[in-house]
């Protein structure tokens, strides 16, 4: 049986069961193609929250990462929520625990803690906001401007948004291998050899890259799913992208015809590439791996959460 067939034959399995145990499949704009072929939805972290919370279906396979199964066990406590390998952790999300937090906040007394979506549910528990890249400018500006704002754990992230917000903020000095590895180089060499292209990078990537990129009229900063908005409606034919390669395959889909590269081929997440299209199979045939959060940590953790669900685009 070719490659081709196999996939085929998965797929069909995938969407099998997935309608027999009235499950949705969420995937977020990292995964490998074959897996976000196979979702319901495919998206950013506040668009799958947003479904997460939205769904009717009993059950959620989450084809993402730990924190995100986790967010939406918190957003939809009555479903079972799946992550078909619980190996998919996130190298941001291990930058800070709790303890750090508390005692950071004891350094701070009054300060207004915001923490990226990209935290376990403990750190959530202990924040006063969540946000994602897709909306974390308007959940600043929700914060009155005398306010100290604590925003963790990416740094690059947190500079971006000082950028665009004018406001001062205290940083954790956290960051996401992938993104940090995308480095100025990469994104000068291609400034050169694709001068008709226009540049579109994560807030995640190295301050020193998004400072070259800020202001330039040929370069957005944007979440992954505000990429694939601007890319399906720019008339510009092709674009360079500074992010995880697996929404190369997304970013195709949506707008074919468009030439899409990535500005670094190796920059990919091994925790979003763990699910592949057997583990989601076996996760919906065997109900694994389960992803609950302890109902009082839950509560305190989903005011964050919901605020993030609410606020911006
Ligand atoms: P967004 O898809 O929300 O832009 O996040 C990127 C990311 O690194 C998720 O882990
Ligand atoms: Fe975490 Fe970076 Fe992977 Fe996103 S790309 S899941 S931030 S390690």
């Known amino acids: 049986m070719t490659v081709a067939?196999?996939?085929r034959e998965l797929?069909?399995?995938?969407?099998?069961?997935?309608?027999?145990?009235?499950a949705v499949i969420l995937a977020h704009n990292y995964q490998r193609p074959e897996v976000q072929d196979v979702a319901d939805y495919v998206g950013d972290s506040l668009g799958l929250s947003r479904q997460a919370a939205a769904t009717e279906a009993e059950t959620i396979v989450?084809?993402?990462?730990h924190f995100m199964a986790e967010t939406a066990a918190i957003l939809s406590p009555e479903k079972t929520v799946l992550l078909p390998d619980l190996g998919a952790g996130c190298s941001l999300a291990a930058s800070i625990d709790a303890e750090q937090l508390r005692e950071w906040k004891a350094q701070h007394p009054g300060a207004v803690v915001v923490s990226y979506v990209n935290t376990t549910a403990e750190v959530k528990a202990e924040s006063d906001y969540?946000?994602?890249?897709?909306?974390?400018?308007?959940v600043i500006e929700e914060i009155p401007p005398e306010q100290e704002i604590l925003f963790l754990p990416d740094m690059y992230l947190g500079l971006w948004l000082e950028k665009v917000t004018g406001r001062k903020l205290t940083i954790w000095l956290g960051e996401c291998h992938v993104h940090a590895g995308i480095r100025p180089a990469d994104i000068e060499r291609w400034q050169e050899e694709a001068p008709d292209a226009e540049l579109l990078v994560h807030p995640e990537c190295g301050c020193a890259s998004q400072a070259m990129a800020f202001g330039n009229e040929r370069t957005q900063?944007?979440?992954?799913?505000k990429m694939i908005d601007y890319a399906r409606r720019s008339p510009k034919q092709r674009f360079?992208?500074?992010?995880?390669?697996?929404?190369?395959?997304r970013l195709q889909r949506e707008a074919p015809g468009k030439r899409f590269e990535a500005v670094r081929d190796d920059a990919e997440c091994r925790y979003m590439k763990l699910t592949t299209l057997e583990k989601v199979r076996d996760s919906l045939r065997d109900g694994k791996h389960r992803i609950t959060v302890e109902a009082q940590l839950a509560e305190r953790a989903r005011l964050a959460i919901e605020r993030m669900v609410a606020i911006g685009s």
């Not at 989450?62 to 990462?65: D, L, S």
């Not at 969540?130 to 308007?138: D, Q, V």
């Not at 900063?221 to 799913?225: A, G, K, M, V």
């Not at 360079?240 to 395959?249: P, S």
Request: proline share 0%.
């Open 5 to 7: 067939m196999l996939t």
């Open 11 to 22: 797929h069909e399995e995938v969407r099998a069961l997935a309608e027999a145990k009235n």
């Open 62 to 65: 989450f084809c993402g990462v």
């Open 130 to 138: 969540c946000c994602t890249s897709g909306n974390a400018k308007f």
């Open 221 to 225: 900063i944007l979440s992954t799913e």
């Open 240 to 249: 360079l992208v500074a992010t995880e390669t697996g929404i190369i395959h």
